[in-house]
């Protein structure tokens, strides 16, 4: 089954850096769904990207979207502490709603 | 947005027995699904939760194995057949946000088993 594949697998930075994670897939989409799980917990939801959409802004988050190249990108800019979490990209691919998720960045940020 | 309860929040269970986990959303949604995700990996689909009909399982599930029920669409219940020690995993239930927010999922707390 189509998954999204995700790098780096672990990225650490130091606090204040910016964060960037990358995300590939396989097929045609419908849109691209970006996910923070903190150690083990429920996903909390950061921002979704249309296919017809090249870039969105959320606060300290910017998400690229590059259909030809079957890739997105999640920047987060002048990380904190509460950043480290795990990143999850997940992709529509379907007309049942149906998202599959990528393998995950494992963020760590140093104080 | 959507606010997802899941219920039990983590068990510890025997080998041979099975668990049932509930989700209840707080308004009405028309799409509803499982996911599962093994200690330390990606979170793979289980299944959608379809309201009034048998639900539709992903390559790998089946229902013998996870029985899920829809009464309605608001909640949802999955259960953990006959378990292992392999299916030790987080078991959550994401749905499809209503109104505005249409396409975007969100995510309950999650349920954390560990079968002995």
């Known amino acids: 089954s189509q998954q999204g594949e995700e790098d780096p697998q672990a990225l650490s930075i130091q606090e204040g850096e910016n964060a960037t994670m990358n995300c590939s897939y396989k097929?045609?989409?419908?849109?691209l769904q970006w996910y923070r799980q903190n150690s083990g917990r429920g996903l909390v939801h950061l921002i979704l990207?249309?296919?017809?959409?090249r870039e969105k802004h959320s606060g300290r988050l910017r998400v690229t979207l590059d259909t030809s190249k079957k890739s997105s990108s999640l920047l987060i800019t002048a990380s904190r502490a509460a950043d480290t979490a795990s990143y999850f990209c997940?992709?529509?691919?379907?007309?049942?709603?149906?998202?599959?998720f990528g393998s995950g960045t494992r963020l760590s940020i140093r104080p | 947005s959507a606010v997802i309860s899941q219920k039990p929040s983590r068990d510890i269970c025997q080998r041979g027995t099975s668990l049932t986990i509930q989700c209840q959303v707080d308004?009405?949604?028309?799409?509803m699904f499982w996911y599962r995700q093994q200690p330390g990996q990606s979170l793979t689909l289980i299944a959608t939760?379809?309201?009034?009909?048998?639900?539709?399982?992903e390559s790998g599930f089946v229902i013998d194995k996870f029985p899920i029920s829809r009464p309605n669409l608001t909640f949802s219940t999955l259960t953990v057949s006959n378990m292992s020690p392999e299916d030790s995993s987080i078991y959550l239930c994401?749905?499809?946000?209503?109104?505005?927010?249409?396409?975007?999922?969100?995510f309950g707390p999650g349920t954390r088993l560990l079968v002995l």
């Open positions: 097929t045609s989409i419908n849109n």
């Open positions: 308004s009405q949604v028309t799409m």
């Open positions: 990207i249309r296919s017809n959409e």
């Open positions: 997940a992709t529509d691919y379907s007309s049942a709603s149906k998202i599959i």
């Open positions: 939760a379809n309201q009034g009909s048998e639900a539709t399982y």
């Open positions: 994401s749905v499809e946000a209503p109104g505005d927010d249409q396409e975007t999922q969100y």
